[in-house]
């Protein structure tokens, strides 16, 4: 069976303590934590900085027993120093997570995989995998790009990380995604989007980042993803709704997404 993981995306308002309540009283088995922000000035709980934070952190993940699916994010630029992590490492360690989002900003992709390689021994020695996003904008538009990335790492903690939104823009293949090994899938991200895809790498941003919809009320075809997916990963869901969250709870919303969610995934099993 399936976990399901509230993704800091959704809720990005929260704090980690105020979002693991909502993710247990929705009904979430985990939860994402967003460490790092996805650029600069961006929205980020640094737990690796603030003791009081992550000890606050900790005891809600007992007292709630959700638990930490993956973090965030680790964007590779070609200043990136690997060595810098030991502290995200640490917290991510202390949290028991499983997982960190890895994205590629840098143009060189010799040297970015040279530099996830010494990332996920790095990582792996705290007991955590490296899952590479690919993102239409970025370095690793693709999924074919991640799958020949990972596959020349050749590191067991090294991942690919399918996003739903990102595999339709950049019109991915459900033929390439059967091929990709099953243990270099950890988990996966699940929401959806408008049939017609943004022209512009801008309006590709805005929607990721801002605006996606919930699971099965877009043009998105995610049984077809869902049915493609090896059985038992964590699902995250990941539905950030800036306009919405303008008039509307994040515990609404992330109850709503969740709903959405499962609702795709019982299509998906009902039909295979």
Known sequence: ?????????????LAPPAMIEVAASCGYDKVGLRLLPATSGGTAYRLMDDAALLRETLQRLQSTGVSVADLEVVAFRPDTDVASF??????GARLGASHILVAAY?????????RYRQFCEAAAGYGLTSDLEFMPWTSVPDLATAMRI?????????GILVDALHF???????????????????????????????????????????????????????????EAMPDGLTISIEVP???????VYAETRARRALAAGKSVVARARAGS
């Open 1 to 13: 069976m399936a976990s399901f993981s509230l993704a800091a995306l959704t809720v990005l308002e």
């Open 86 to 91: 030991s502290p995200f490492f640490e917290a």
């Open 106 to 114: 840098d143009p060189d992709l010799v040297r970015f995989s040279d």
């Open 150 to 158: 990972v596959r020349d790492v050749d590191h067991p903690a090294a």
């Open 168 to 226: 339709d823009r950049s019109q991915s293949s459900l033929v390439d995604l059967k091929t990709v090994p099953p243990g270099r899938l950890h988990y996966w991200q699940l929401c959806d989007g408008p049939a017609v895809r943004p022209v512009t790498t801008e309006q590709l941003i805005h929607a990721a980042r801002e605006e996606r919809m919930f699971p099965g009320e877009g043009g998105i075809d995610l049984v077809s993803l869902t």
């Open 241 to 247: 709704t800036a306009e919405l969250a303008k008039t």
